[in-house]
């Protein structure tokens, strides 16, 4: 049975504070081929890498992110004395070293992750198949896609999946889809395989889950403990 790909949710999640760069270095060193993260635009309009909307949950401070600017969240303890980093920074980080997840999370947050990746690959030797853009913000998907119509998108859904995801998923052109793991059966990764879309589940942590999951041949798992997956 061919292993699913690792990714690296916020990183290493489970063992250095989400989404910061200690915790994405230490699933780049693990050898994760891909790496999550999640961005929202702040005050400042730069693109920072946080799950929330606010800071309260990650960080030492409190406030929503679209009222606090760069240089305020990065005062912020984002865990052992990290910083909230940009999307700039994490990508510096990688350098090539893996293809990267990046999840719309705030609004409007479209048009500066398309402006990014093309920047990355005019200016930095990426290519276009190195990233994937994901979010359960279906519009902002449906909106990267009239700014890049050939990035690849995935399409995430939370428990409850609509009638027809796999027809859903590709009346966007999406490249996968990206359910629950409590979703995932063997029926709904025939029918993604059979319309031409990816099957990649969130959060898969314990061995347990990973045997149902690859059992029903999914082609990707987000993981807070990507080396542990790794190793297998």
């Known amino acids: 049975m061919t292993k699913p790909l690792i990714i690296g949710h916020r990183g290493a999640a489970g063992t250095h504070p989400e989404n910061t760069l ?3 270095a230490a699933a780049i060193t693990s050898g994760v081929p891909m790496v999550e993260c999640d961005v929202h635009v702040c005050k400042s309009n730069q693109l920072v890498v946080i799950h929330d909307d606010s800071v309260d949950r990650t960080t030492n401070g409190t406030g929503p992110i679209a009222n606090l600017t760069l240089s305020a969240l990065q005062q912020l303890d984002a865990g052992n004395g990290e910083r909230i980093p940009t999307l700039d920074e994490l990508l510096q980080l990688i350098n090539h ?3 990267i997840n990046i999840e719309l999370k705030g609004v409007n947050t479209a048009l500066p992750v398309a402006q990014k990746i093309t920047q990355y690959i005019q200016t930095h030797g990426w290519s276009l198949d190195q990233f994937l853009v ?3 913000d279906h519009p902002q998907l449906r909106a990267i896609k009239k700014i890049l119509p050939d990035v690849n998108i995935g399409v995430l859904f939370s428990n409850e999946l609509p009638v027809e995801p796999t027809t859903y998923a590709r009346s966007m ?3 996968s889809i990206n359910p629950d793991k409590k979703s995932v059966t063997e029926e709904l990764v025939s029918t993604a395989h059979q319309a031409g879309l990816k099957v990649f ?3 898969v ?3 347990t889950d990973y ?7 999914v082609d990707g798992i987000f993981t807070d403990f990507p080396e ?3 190793v297998q």
């Open 22 to 24: 200690s915790s994405f």
């Open 97 to 99: 070293r893996c293809s």
């Open 134 to 136: 994901s979010s359960f």
């Open 173 to 175: 052109r999406a490249y």
């Open 201 to 203: 589940t969130y959060t």
């Open 205 to 207: 942590n314990e061995p």
């Open 211 to 217: 045997d149902r999951v690859t059992g029903c041949r």
């Open 228 to 230: 542990r997956y790794l």
